[in-house]
């Protein structure tokens, strides 16, 4: 073998030794690296926050019951409605609005037409009666109805109506949109059981947190306020400012704080059982 082919040969085996060989015997192709691509991780819609409506009752000149220690209903009721305000808009799941933020006067159409605007999923109406016992006490929840449940809730219901309407010059019954015609709509979009559901379960969560109820405490009567044919309402009494231990209790914060929170655990409750529904 001449000198030059034993050159080339030795050239080619030193190339080989440095190449490297595969297990099979042939020469390793040198790697690359390739470049992972990272696969978009699906985004899961979230739920738009529900809109909860609130309504503190009266207001203005209008100061609704009186406790018997001077203690005014719209004052109270303000101080609960802010105080689930702040429940509500603490776990980010819902957003919030009022009737009324400050000591002014709303007309009930105008609280109702206010909630429709804004497209609200929920309404609550925070009230705190006074009664010709003064030993009765304890809370009830309202809903709408052509025909009252008893005499006590008509009564309340035509006393709230004539206080929502101060000035205005027209009776409840005078309006278009009366209990009647409303009632056929809820029941055409299943507003109307949404309604007693939503009343059903704050009777059920304040009996479980201790809060004091009137018997029958799930009642009906033509309450003008509850009158939007979209949205789910009822109308809470939190108690009597004329039995003393009620309006006292009323006043303390801790015990506006423990209502809230009854409440805000009532909303919770009442969206759970509508997602499942």
């Known amino acids: 073998m001449s000198d030059f082919r034993r050159r080339h040969l030795l050239a080619v085996l030193a190339g080989v030794s440095v190449l490297g060989m595969t297990t099979g015997g042939a020469l390793a192709a040198p790697s690359k690296r390739q470049k992972s691509v990272k696969k978009p991780t699906p985004t899961v819609p979230m739920d738009k926050p529900k809109l909860v409506f609130l309504d503190p009752g009266h207001g203005g000149r209008d100061p609704g019951a009186l406790g018997g220690r001077g203690t005014q209903e719209k004052t109270v009721v303000l ?38 605007a804004a497209k609200a999923d929920l309404f609550l109406s925070l009230h705190a009666d006074a009664h010709s016992d003064h030993d009765v006490r304890g809370a009830s929840v309202y809903t709408l109805s052509e025909e009252a449940t008893d005499r006590e809730a008509a009564a309340l219901a035509a006393r709230e109506n004539r206080a929502g309407m101060v000035g205005l010059g027209m009776k409840f019954s005078d309006q278009p949109d009366n209990v009647a015609q409303t009632l056929v709509a809820m029941s055409q979009r299943g507003t109307v059981n949404d309604s007693r559901r939503l009343a059903d379960t704050v009777v059920a969560t304040f009996a479980r947190n201790g809060v004091r109820l009137l018997p029958r ?24 400012l004329s039995n003393s231990q009620d309006e006292k209790l009323l006043t303390v914060r801790q015990h506006q704080l423990a209502l809230a929170r009854a409440l805000r655990a009532s909303v919770d409750a009442y969206f759970g059982a509508t997602r499942k529904a």
Do not use: M
């Open 217 to 240: 405490t799930h009642r009906q009567a033509g309450f003008a306020v509850l009158t939007s044919p979209d949205i789910p309402a009822a109308l809470v009494e939190l108690g009597y």
């Open 79 to 116: 101080a609960i409605a802010r105080e689930l305000q702040r429940e509500l808009l603490a776990g980010n799941r819902y957003r919030v609005l009022l009737s009324r933020n400050t000591d002014n006067y709303v007309a009930l159409r105008e609280r109702v037409a206010r909630a429709q």
